[in-house]
């Protein structure tokens, strides 16, 4: 069945560093979304990718979807400790028999950023 | 609008008990979903609606969970009888167009069975 997989599942880092989080999908995906969720908070949208290769940056956000449209990364340059939370990566399936409405969502990467 | 609106936001109740989870989504969205969230699981969705009507509840543990939405602006997520092992932070999200279109989430209802 669809699956999600991100890594890693943890990573700490101080204040400064890089941070890249790595999303795969068994099935190729008509679109990527990412998502961040802040500690005790709810997940919020944070970017959409459609398009394969696609790169797309939001201030210190590098986002990029596979040529293939079955991986995804986000890299964040030299973290803050705003940007501690849990990232989400999570997207529909494509193909026959696939729904509109079902997301699969990864595990998610917890950032944890030493001040 | 206020976003997606969830009630209660934190309930503690006694296993057997019967628990009512609420949400009102954005006006306007055609697609409401209720996701599970645990350590152990992660984010699940349990079941969503698509102009009010269940389109996928396969992630519905069991018997003991339903789900209603008898009309665009009102959903309801019921556990009879609550176990322990039900405790987790229960979301709704709602969007425009299903999975091609982004997420909004309720601030979630944390669940105590005890």
């Known amino acids: 069945g669809q699956q999600v997989m991100q890594i890693p599942q943890y990573q700490h880092v101080q204040e400064g560093e890089d941070f890249t989080t790595y999303c795969n999908s068994s099935?190729?995906?008509?679109?990527i979304q990412w998502y961040k969720q802040r500690p005790g908070g709810h997940p919020v949208f944070l970017i959409q990718?459609?398009?394969?290769?696609e790169v797309k940056k939001q201030k210190r956000l590098t986002f990029q979807f596979g040529e293939a449209k079955k991986n995804s990364s986000l890299h964040i340059t030299a973290t803050q400790t705003t940007d501690v939370g849990t990232y989400f990566c999570a997207g529909p399936r494509m193909g026959r028999g696939s729904t509109l409405g079902r997301l699969y969502f990864g595990r998610g990467t917890q950032l944890t950023v030493w001040p | 609008d206020a976003g997606v609106i969830q009630s209660p936001r934190h309930e503690v109740t006694e296993m057997g008990q019967e628990v009512t989870l609420r949400c009102k989504p954005i006006s306007g969205h055609d697609y409401l979903f209720w996701y599970r969230q645990t350590m152990m699981r992660g984010l699940e969705l349990l079941i969503y609606?698509?102009?009010?009507?269940?389109?996928?509840d396969s992630g519905m543990p069991e018997d003991r969970f339903s789900a209603k939405m008898p009309n665009a602006s009102f959903s309801t997520l019921k556990i009879q009888p609550s176990e322990p092992r039900d405790s987790a932070v229960y979301f709704c999200a709602s969007s425009w167009t299903g999975a091609n279109t982004e997420a909004f989430f309720g601030q979630g209802t944390r669940l105590t069975v005890v």
């Open positions: 990718l459609v398009k394969s290769g």
């Open positions: 609606f698509n102009n009010n009507v269940p389109i996928d």
């Open positions: 099935t190729t995906l008509s679109n």
